[in-house]
Nanobody, 124 residues
């Protein structure tokens, strides 16, 4: 299983970005996907996740601003990030768990596979 995260960049506060997480080697239909982020000097925090039934969940810090979605035909998960602020700065990682149930997982240790991360910097 390989995950390729992309779409990061440098944007001013209030702007938007869309991150992509492309899976290869497996069928996305059978995986739950999460996004985590890690700010400089801080721990890796859960941001959002989506399960195989398209049930979505968000951390309180991004709820209402970020939207996670999946395109099974493209084997890709997206994270649309709007109204970005400086606290959103960090390396964003996508992670996969071979799970098709209805529960959702917010701890990094629950996920089997990880992408390499993409850097998001929000600064004026």
């Amino acid at each position: 299983v390989q995950l390729q995260a992309s779409g990061g960049g440098l944007v001013p506060p209030g702007d938007s970005l869309r991150l992509s997480c492309a899976l290869s080697g497996v069928n996305l239909d059978y995986y739950a996907i999460a996004w985590f982020r890690q700010a400089p000097g801080k721990e890796r925090d859960w941001v959002s996740c989506i399960n195989s039934a398209d049930s979505t969940h968000y951390s309180d810090s991004v709820k209402g601003r970020f939207t996670i979605s999946r395109d099974n035909a493209r084997n890709t998960v997206y994270l649309q990030m709007n109204s970005l602020n400086a606290e959103d700065t960090g390396v964003y990682y996508c992670a996969a768990k071979d799970y098709t149930g209805s529960y959702y997982y917010t701890t990094a240790s629950a996920y089997n596979y990880w992408g390499q991360g993409t850097l998001v910097t929000v600064s004026s």
